[in-house]
């Protein structure tokens, strides 16, 4: 595809936390996806997100805020904002920060409190 001087296609890995580290922005071009655990594992880390607005991913990301939202399938958009994060590096750092701080509603702490919450509601 002539990408190999700009991207590496490393298979199955159990060191995506370390991995992510070296990201500048996080890119998950979907064109369905369900809720995204690795947009969450993106922002714990940090990082910038640019995303497909499809399925659950606008409920993880927020445009403009902890990333950027795109048309699914629009190249030219999602080219256009990993760009518009790579040259505004203030912004980048901003929305990382956000990220980082939404992500904490995503904890396993979080999660099982919200489920007790739903469960004593529903009793």
Do not use: C
């Given at each position: 595809?002539?990408?190999?001087?700009?991207?590496?296609?490393?298979?199955?890995?159990?060191?995506?936390?370390?991995?992510?580290?070296?990201?500048?922005?996080?890119?998950?071009?979907?064109?369905?996806?369900?809720?995204?655990?690795?947009?969450?594992?993106?922002?714990?880390?940090?990082?910038?997100?640019?995303?497909?607005?499809?399925?659950?991913?606008?409920?993880?990301?927020?445009?403009?805020?902890?990333?950027?939202?795109?048309?699914?399938?629009?190249?030219?958009?999602?080219?256009?904002?990993?760009?518009?994060?790579?040259e505004d590096p203030g912004k980048a750092e901003s929305m990382g920060q956000k990220g980082r701080l939404y992500s904490q509603d995503f904890s396993?702490?979080?999660?099982?409190?919200?489920?007790?919450?739903?469960?004593?509601?529903?009793?």
């Amino acid at each position: 595809m002539g990408v190999s001087d700009n991207v590496k296609f490393l298979g199955w890995r159990n060191d995506v936390h370390e991995i992510m580290q070296v990201f500048d922005v996080f890119v998950l071009p979907s064109l369905n996806e369900g809720m995204g655990r690795v947009i969450v594992e993106a922002m714990a880390a940090g990082k910038p997100v640019v995303a497909s607005n499809t399925g659950g991913i606008p409920d993880l990301v927020k445009n403009n805020e902890n990333g950027l939202l795109f048309p699914p399938g629009d190249e030219k958009i999602l080219a256009q904002s990993i760009i518009n994060i790579l040259e505004d590096p203030g912004k980048a750092e901003s929305m990382g920060q956000k990220g980082r701080l939404y992500s904490q509603d995503f904890s396993m702490e979080a999660m099982i409190n919200k489920i007790e919450k739903l469960y004593s509601q529903l009793l």
